[in-house]
């Protein structure tokens, strides 16, 4: 089966320009991700997804971050104004089930974020 | 809360001996754990995961994992490293109660050598 696609691969912006990310996620997954990984740290949750429902967004800064999945399948996470700190790289995963501690992610290859 | 640990930035082995990557991590409720590689330039690749059972739990690429409640670990194991395992390990645990969110440690990276 097709994995998780993310696009663009990678991104290069001036501070205080804004950026965008799409995700699509496995066919037939409920539950979608997006995470941040900081370069030399873990990935870090940002916003989860249940259909088109926000799961979890405790992490997101959101006075300048924005996500959203409108149809309940693609998502896509946006940055305005971006600051040097959001360089990054911006993680989608998907599971079948989200609700369900146990269920397992499947991870995009990211977007990798370059704020000059 | 719930965090992981990863004591090791970096883990330095020879091909064909056996390899450990090391895992604590700190939850309310039970535990679910899971390890995750990453190569470069890609996302992150499940690798094997502890629900409940047996505390040996085997895994792709024959990647095993040892859960061991009493010292909140979660090592990771191979008994015969490949140089091509050379990669950025990533422990993550997610607890039954509470914040149900994947929580990852910081990374160790294992250098396979010839």
């Known amino acids: 089966e097709a994995g998780v696609a993310q696009s663009p691969r990678y991104k290069i912006i001036e501070k205080r320009q804004s950026v965008a990310f799409w995700c699509n996620p496995i066919?037939?997954?409920?539950?979608l991700y997006w995470y941040q990984q900081i370069l030399g740290q873990g990935p870090k949750l940002l916003i989860q997804f249940q259909n088109n429902g926000v799961v979890d967004d405790s992490q997101l800064p959101k006075d300048r971050f924005s996500a959203e999945r409108l149809k309940g399948v693609d998502s896509t996470l946006k940055i305005q104004p971006a600051k040097l700190e959001d360089s990054a790289v911006y993680l989608c995963a998907s599971s079948l089930e989200g609700a369900i501690a146990t269920d397992t992610q499947y991870f995009g290859p990211g977007t990798r974020l370059t704020v000059l | 809360a719930q965090s992981v640990a990863q004591p090791e930035d970096q883990v330095n082995v020879a091909e064909g001996n056996p390899l450990t990557v090391k895992c604590t991590y700190s939850v309310s409720g039970n535990p679910y754990l899971f390890w995750y590689v990453q190569y470069p330039n890609r996302g992150l690749q499940f690798l094997l995961k502890y629900i409940t059972g047996d505390n040996l739990v085997k895994g792709s690429y024959g990647f095993e994992a040892e859960f061991n409640k009493s010292q909140t670990s979660f090592h990771l194991k191979k008994p015969s490293a490949l140089v091509s395992d050379s990669a950025l390990y990533f422990c993550?645990?997610?607890?039954?109660?509470?914040?149900?969110?994947?929580?990852f440690g910081s990374g160790t990276r294992l250098q396979v050598q010839p």
């Open positions: 993550a645990v997610r607890g039954d109660t509470g914040r149900r969110a994947l929580t």
């Open positions: 066919s037939g997954h409920a539950t």
